[in-house]
């Protein structure tokens, strides 16, 4: 696609969050209720907030994301740990949070696709630059190296993130790999106390939190940026030291539409922990996630894909979950994957580019040959016409339903729409444009993810 090439790739998730507790507080226990409050990158709130950028540009900056999320779930390493490709400022949603004793503000990028939350820590052997001081673990009272003896320095166990050097729980991180590579980030397993914002006059709740203390950072690009806010990663995916399984077994989010009837200004999103997760008494769609060894992503088991009524009535193994293919659920990547050589050798992503054609062609749309637009299939606007067909994924034991409003991406200043699916030669995802107005519950009390349409606007501060 030549149309890629003018592209950065970039990463992850666009916007500031901020803590806040449920009203009836919390324990030190996993089952506490624990809000975040998520200010997305184009609202005003935000301190990334660009209002020059056209609807197009924001477009292609979800394209970017999706690309380096894909370039990093494609990666292979040695020893290094890995996450994602890191590129430009202001593509991140950002977590603001206050550390240590006296506390100390650090600001990092939040990952649902990450094992570790970490930060840069003086004193530094070669740190990165931030405009604003680094978190100083000598003059906070609170403070904990983890010796190697220590049971959270578990580097002798399968899956660690960590090394014992000289009796230190140590860690090595990269991102990416080949030319988009950014890291490794270096340094050691710790404890500290970590301060939420709990409401708007500033008062906190404290939580003592495994972290990484990054002494050693090099080849992160956001680092040449004078006015660089980033100081780390904060992971959530199912690794046992990411912050969702040290918090919570259970979070949850619903993701406001990104149409013109739904600013992106309009409201923060909140991701929900514990206490603060509403399951509804009444049975709701849940599927299953696959644990794949060596992956920490949440893998579903696809049977199936309907485009509408048609369904395509794929054979048994097309989405097997493993490492080197499957289907998985990512609130990372912004835009849909599909891949164009499942395990038994078929290319589900020109598969339902098809049954798409064939729809919008029954209906004598025209068809859009040269958008300049990493999509595939893009067809002219026609005034009178709305009946957009929905997109069905028929996991095991539920059917995930994405309304046929939320299946495509508009180009209105242009007057075309594109269907939001972008393709990859083995990996699978659905990304975060098909789960608006979804409620999505990662329940790890169960094992499983759970979903149901929700208004996501109504969900707020």
């Not at 200010?39 to 394209?63: A, F, G």
């Not at 959530?236 to 912050?243: A, G, I, K, Q, T």
């Not at 149409?259 to 206490?275: S, T």
Request: charged letters at 15%; a negative charge; one cysteine or more.
């Amino acid at each position: 696609m030549e149309g890629l090439q003018f592209f950065k790739i970039a990463v992850v998730l666009q916007s500031l969050v901020i803590f806040s507790r449920h009203s009836f507080g919390f324990a030190a226990t996993k089952s506490r209720g624990l809000s975040i409050k998520v200010i997305p990158i184009d609202s005003r709130e935000s301190p990334l907030y660009n209002p020059n950028l056209t609807h197009r540009q924001k477009i292609e900056r979800m394209v970017n994301v999706t690309l380096a999320k894909l370039s990093h779930q494609n990666s292979t390493f040695h020893d290094d740990k890995h996450f994602s490709a890191i590129d430009r400022q202001d593509l991140f949603y950002i977590a603001l949070m206050l550390i240590g004793n006296p506390s100390q503000s650090v600001y990092v990028i939040v990952d649902t696709g990450s094992p570790l939350l970490w930060t840069q820590c003086r004193p530094c052997r070669q740190c990165f630059l931030q405009n604003y001081p680094i978190y100083n673990r000598q003059a906070s009272s609170t403070y904990r190296g983890i010796t190697c003896d220590d049971p959270l320095c578990n580097y002798n166990e399968e899956g660690s993130l960590f090394k014992c050097v000289g009796d230190r729980c140590v860690y090595r991180l990269s991102y990416g790999s080949g030319p988009q590579a950014s890291g490794p980030t270096r340094g050691y397993a710790s404890l500290e106390s970590f301060h939420f914002v709990v409401n708007d006059d500033g008062d906190t709740e404290t939580i003592t939190l495994l972290f990484g203390c990054s002494t050693n950072n090099v080849n992160f690009d956001f680092g040449n940026d004078q006015y660089n806010m980033i100081s780390g990663m904060l992971g959530l995916d199912l690794h046992p030291n990411s912050l969702a399984s040290q918090l919570s077994d259970v979070f949850s989010y619903c993701i406001v539409p990104y149409d013109d009837n739904y600013p992106f200004d309009v409201h923060p999103h909140k991701l929900r922990f514990g206490a603060d997760v509403f399951i509804p008494p009444h049975s709701i769609p849940t599927t299953q996630y696959v644990r794949v060894e060596g992956r920490d992503f949440y893998y579903l088991r696809l049977l199936d894909i309907s485009v509408g009524d048609f369904r395509l009535n794929l054979p048994a193994g097309t989405f097997e979950p493993s490492s080197a293919s499957g289907f998985f659920i990512d609130s990372a990547s912004p835009a849909s994957t599909l891949t164009t050589n499942s395990p038994n050798e078929l290319n589900i992503f020109g598969m339902v580019n098809t049954a798409f054609i064939q729809y919008y062609e029954s209906h004598n749309l025209e068809r859009n040959p040269n958008p300049g637009v990493p999509f595939e299939v893009c067809y002219m606007n026609r005034q009178d016409f709305v009946d957009y067909p929905s997109l069905t994924f028929h996991f095991q034991g539920a059917d995930y339903r994405v309304d046929g409003r939320f299946v495509n991406v508009q180009f209105h200043e242009a007057g075309f729409f594109c269907v939001a699916i972008m393709d990859h030669p083995s990996k699978s995802i659905l990304g975060v444009y098909h789960m608006q107005n979804m409620r999505i519950i990662h329940n790890g009390q169960i094992g499983a993810i759970q979903f149901f349409p929700e208004d996501c606007a109504q969900d707020h501060f």
